[in-house]
């Protein structure tokens, strides 16, 4: 269990997930929570650096649902944002949680068979560019 962080500003976000990649190994989920513009791409931006894959890459994986970076592990970055609940099932997400890589999900509660093993990531606007982002290992 990790305290929970505010954060002041996107690159701040960033740098909060570039720590957690540090202790994150091959077949993690991680599962973000929060609204739009809370700040979960920012965050996976910086899982992204911290596991030394192309950071810059990393947007809304909006039309591409799934976007894969290459760093000392493989990072699959999926965003279930624009998907209805029979699509969301289609994707096989539970087939990409392999050994073989990290996966993160953004809009992670549209996912019903989401594992009860995972990181779980809650970002909420704390006003202005103040974010709260709470980092759990659910049991
Ligand atoms: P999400 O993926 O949750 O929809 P994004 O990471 O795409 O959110 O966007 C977050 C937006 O909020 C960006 O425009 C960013 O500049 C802004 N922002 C302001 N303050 C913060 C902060 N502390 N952390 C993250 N993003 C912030
Ligand atoms: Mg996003």
Do not use: C, N
Not at 24 to 52: E, I, Q
Not at 58 to 85: C, K, N, W
Not at 111 to 128: F, L, N, Q, S
Request: net charge negative; proline share 4%.
């Amino acid at each position: 269990m990790t305290p929970d962080v505010i954060t002041t500003s996107e690159e701040e976000t960033e740098s909060a997930g570039e720590r957690l990649a540090g202790s994150l190994a091959p077949g993690d989920v991680v599962l973000l929570y929060g609204d739009l513009g809370a700040g979960k791409t920012a965050f996976v931006r910086g899982l992204a650096r911290g596991l030394g894959a192309a950071a810059d890459d990393v947007s809304s994986p909006t039309f591409t649902i799934i976007q894969e970076y290459s760093g000392r592990a493989m990072l699959y970055h999926v965003d279930l944002y624009r998907l209805e609940p029979l699509e969301v099932d289609d994707l096989g997400l539970d087939e990409l949680v392999s050994a073989e890589g990290i996966v993160a999900i953004e809009w992670a509660e549209r996912w019903t068979g989401r594992p009860d093993d995972a990181i779980e990531i809650r970002i909420a606007d704390a006003g202005e560019d103040r974010r709260h982002i709470a980092v759990s290992r659910s049991p």
